[in-house]
């Protein structure tokens, strides 16, 4: 299964560069064909598979400090694809990919029982609690090459696969097996104008992403670079999003435990 | 009217007072009925659940309620397997008990899941390694003994049983009934165990998840354990309901005493493993992924229980009425165990209750905080849909089936029929 | 659910659930079969016989 020849994407999520500007977001609606309510007001009850949280300090003036932080799914690894959602679904509507590390989500095969809602840490999945209903003339800029779902299912972040698709269609017919790193990119990574986003093959020493990750492969992906840190590490998801931050308390919350002593 | 369909020896209401009673419990029934239509036609927008609580009461409800109709498969164990012959004047009801609640268990999940018509696909594309799965599966299996457990006693009506052919299919039946009601006891033990399960392998929420066996959290075997405490104090509850109701006495003290003894023990059993899981649970599990004890039960907003809801499920609903049914002398004051058998109901209640929605309440992210929740009317009146159908079930049943089989003998009716 | 469904995988997870799975099925198939033919069986002879209900 776990040939040394296999992927692993993943994502390093540079947070001082992070402005909060929400560019992500709105790629990934639009590159995706997220559905979006004419008051979409309630986070609860919307659809964002890239969502950008506000953390602060809670400190007061002059102390006082904010930072962005960009949450895509956490293709968590788990123990050798062990993730928490994808054990949970009882109709194997969401797979581990051993060949890509790509937490897949199948819109077709979900029937919305929200097992996996209930198994992510990181509000990952979300609902479609109503059908999509395009504003006029919308339904012709809709993406191609991603199925709209419908009301009653689960979705998420897919690391735009269909990207990945869509790239190793055109290696393979120029004859090639492999792609190069910048064939394979997320709507997310190209759209953050502060360049905060870099995504690529976490295996792949030549990678920027393993530059920056310097993932630990003895110790289930930690990071050896000082400066990064995965969202809730201590419980074993294992994820495949290293965020970097230069500032100590923001390192701190991405630990549950830490951030409350 | 209906004289001639109900048993023979025994008086019922007139058929008018019936019929009224019976439509008003319909009316709640059709109530939930409106509220089913309204998530099957416009989706579970319905809900007052959110991205954060997606299991909320119905999930509960579902828990619960399979808990409760655990009752069935653990008096038939001792009734058949365990060889307790005393309980055969109990099993019948208890049996219709646990077809209500597991239909009602099934009529809920078909509401709950967000593609109804794709529910098939839990069975056919089933991913073995998910709970869930194997709640399904069992669930659907053990339905089918309930049913099949039911039937014979549908076919003992006095019309039916005059044609030949129910008459021997009903007898063959209970001949064999020990085959079903092992087969079913094994089922139990399994999807009662999964349900415990459902959270207990969640790695991602430290207040569901725990450690176990192989690949079975200690909640596997907690939950399983509950419902064979829990279970048969709910069909206590009921009997007595049911005699209450209709004014009679149904079923010897002896029976109910046996079959309250036998709980009280496995509650006792139970509380003591749940406070060493619980302890460990404090002490290892919650630190190892970063809380403490404390972490899941202050500043939680909304409710001032805090601890206090931990206090109620395994002191006041747990240990209490433990000691209360294991005691003789409570259990000769039809007071006291009308009040024990009561205290473990709410307390499996609770556990369900604190293991489904608690376990999303918690913000496991530092930078999230607590979720809130509270049931749209439409989930309440599916919620309560069951139990209405549940009401005129049993109603029915004990109108024109020989459920009791003491009744004719502890109320004798002069001048017979 | 069937061996023919793709994402099935010969397994121990499959066999020892689908085991215990149809072993429950059968037993209770076979047991409401049983009980059927019994009684189509008991129905036919008993019907030249008497026609009376005792208790079981
Ligand atoms: S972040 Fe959530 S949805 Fe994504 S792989 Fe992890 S558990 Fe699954
Ligand atoms: S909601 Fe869909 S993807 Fe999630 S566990 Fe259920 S069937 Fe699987």
């Keep these: 299964m776990d040939q040394p020849n296999n992927k692993r994407f993943g994502m390093v999520i540079d947070l001082d560069k992070c402005t909060g500007c929400g560019a992500c977001m709105v790629a990934c609606m639009a590159e995706n064909n997220v559905p979006f309510r004419e008051d979409d007001t309630d986070k609860l009850l919307s659809i964002a598979w890239m969502r950008v949280y506000r953390l602060k300090n809670g400190k007061s003036f002059p102390q006082a400090e904010e930072c962005f932080l960009p949450r895509p799914c956490q293709h968590c690894e788990g123990h050798h694809g062990h993730s928490p959602c994808v054990s949970v679904c009882p109709a194997t509507a969401t797979d581990y990919d051993m060949q890509t590390g790509i937490v897949s989500q199948v819109p077709t095969r979900c029937f919305g029982c929200r097992y996996c809602m209930a198994a992510c840490p990181y509000h990952v999945r979300q609902f479609n609690w109503w059908d999509p209903v395009w504003p006029d003339g919308m339904e012709r800029s809709l993406n191609p090459d991603v199925s709209v779902r419908m009301r009653g299912i689960v979705e998420k972040c897919s690391f735009c696969y269909h990207r990945y698709q869509r790239a190793l269609d055109k290696a393979y017919a120029e004859g090639r097996r492999d792609l190069k790193e910048h064939e394979y990119q997320t709507a997310c990574t190209q759209a953050c104008p502060a360049g905060a986003i870099t995504f690529g093959d976490l295996n792949n020493p030549a990678h920027a992403v393993h530059k920056l990750a310097q993932p630990d492969m003895a110790h289930e992906g930690q990071s050896r670079n000082p400066k990064a840190f995965r969202l809730l590490e201590r419980l074993g998801t294992n994820t495949k999003i290293y965020y970097l931050s230069s500032k100590e308390w923001v390192r701190k919350a991405g630990d549950t435990a830490v951030q409350k002593a | 009217m209906d004289s001639a369909l109900i048993p023979k020896g025994v008086k ?406 | 659910m069937f061996p023919f469904s793709f994402e099935w995988v010969w397994d121990m997870g499959h066999m020892v659930f689908h085991g215990g799975l149809w072993y429950a099925l059968s037993i209770l198939g076979m047991g409401v079969t049983y009980c059927i033919i019994k009684a189509v069986y008991d129905t036919a002879k008993g019907q030249g016989g008497h026609h009376g209900h005792g208790q079981h």
């Excluded at chain 2, 319905?46 to 653990?74: E, H, K, P, R, S």
């Excluded at chain 2, 268990?105 to 998910?130: C, E, K, M, T």
């Excluded at chain 2, 549940?390 to 003491?406: D, K, M």
């Design chain 2, 12 to 417: 019922r209401c007139p058929i008018g007072q019936f019929a009224v009673f019976i439509a008003v419990v319909g009316a709640v029934l059709l109530w939930g009925v409106v509220a089913m239509f309204l998530c099957y036609i416009k989706g579970l927008n319905q809900t007052n659940m959110n991205n954060a609580y997606g299991f909320a009461l119905w999930i509960w409800a579902d828990l619960a309620v399979i808990a409760l109709g655990g009752g069935a498969f653990f008096t038939g164990l001792l009734r058949y397997i365990i060889g307790k012959d005393e309980l055969k004047n109990i099993i019948n009801y208890a049996v219709l008990i646990g077809f209500v609640c597991y239909s009602s268990a099934l009529l809920i999940l078909a509401i709950d899941v967000g593609q109804p018509l794709r529910a098939w696909f839990i069975f056919w594309h089933a991913n073995v390694h998910s709970m869930l799965t194997e709640v399904a599966f069992c669930l659907t299996c053990y339905f089918g003994v309930l049913t099949i457990e039911y039937i014979p006693l549908i076919l003992e009506n006095r019309q039916l049983d005059k044609v030949p052919f129910c008459h021997h299919l009903s007898h063959n039946m209970h001949g064999i009934m020990a085959v079903f009601a092992a087969t079913g006891a094994f089922l139990s033990f399994f999807h009662q165990g999964s349900l415990g399960g459902v959270t207990g392998v969640l790695f991602g929420r430290p207040f569901g998840y725990r450690t176990g066996i192989g690949i079975w959290p200690w909640t596997f075997f907690l939950y399983t354990w509950s419902a064979a405490a829990c279970g048969p104090c709910f069909t206590i509850f009921i009997t007595r309901i049911t005699e209450a109701a209709t004014r009679k006495k149904l079923v010897k003290d002896n029976v109910i005493d046996l079959l309250a003894k036998i709980a009280g023990w496995m509650l006792l059993t139970y509380i003591v493993a749940k406070i060493i899981d619980t302890w460990y649970w404090a002490a290892v599990t919650a630190p190892s992924m970063g809380l403490t004890l404390m972490d899941f039960y202050s500043n939680n907003p909304g409710s001032a229980y805090g601890l206090w809801i931990l206090i109620a499920e395994v002191g006041i609903c747990g240990v209490l009425p433990a000691i209360m049914l294991v005691s003789g002398s409570v259990r000769r004051s039809p007071a006291l165990l009308f009040i024990a058998v009561t205290l473990a109901v709410i307390g499996a209640c609770l556990n369900r209750w604190v293991m489904v929605l608690q376990t999303q309440a918690v913000p496991v992210l530092s930078f999230e905080s607590w979720f809130t929740y509270f049931p749209s009317w439409q989930e309440i009146a599916t919620t309560i849909l069951p139990v209405a159908y549940g009401v005129i079930l049993i109603a029915l049943s004990y109108r024109y089936l020989p459920i009791f089989p003491q009744e004719q003998e502890l109320n004798p009716i002069e001048g017979g029929k």
